[in-house]
């Protein structure tokens, strides 16, 4: 059974920095396709970003430039580094794990983390 579990997420001002991790149990996190979502209040869950088993990276264009993915298989997690970061990123954000990319990145993956919420001040 592939659990995830996401942490990392706090207050933070506007401008500043935080870094999200969502570990693997279960799997071997290196084999799967991993991304990230997010949803805040009233809105749709919306892509952020993945990273394929290989290593490539796909962002989506409102965190482009700002937040980076990235993975380490010793430790079976995934990393969401966000830097300047907006108010409008405040959201629960969520990790994800799919034997597909597709899946990951269209968010219709097998499994989910329970999310960590992520608040951003003006």
């Known amino acids: 059974q592939v659990q995830l579990g996401e942490s990392g997420g706090r207050l933070v001002q506007a401008g500043g920095s935080l870094r999200l991790s969502c570990t693997a149990s279960g799997c071997t996190s290196s084999t799967y396709h991993m991304g990230w979502f997010r949803q805040a209040p009233g809105k749709e869950r919306e892509f952020v970003a993945v990273i394929s088993a290989s290593g490539s990276t796909y962002y989506a264009d409102s965190v482009k430039g700002r937040f980076t993915i990235s993975r380490d298989g010793a430790k079976n997690t995934v990393y969401l580094l966000m830097n300047s970061l907006k108010p409008e990123d405040t959201a629960v954000y969520y990790c994800?794990?799919?034997?597909?990319?597709?899946?990951?990145?269209?968010?219709?993956?097998?499994?989910w983390g329970q999310g960590t919420q992520v608040t951003v001040s003006s």
């Open positions: 994800n794990a799919d034997s597909t990319y597709s899946g990951s990145r269209l968010g219709r993956a097998d499994y």
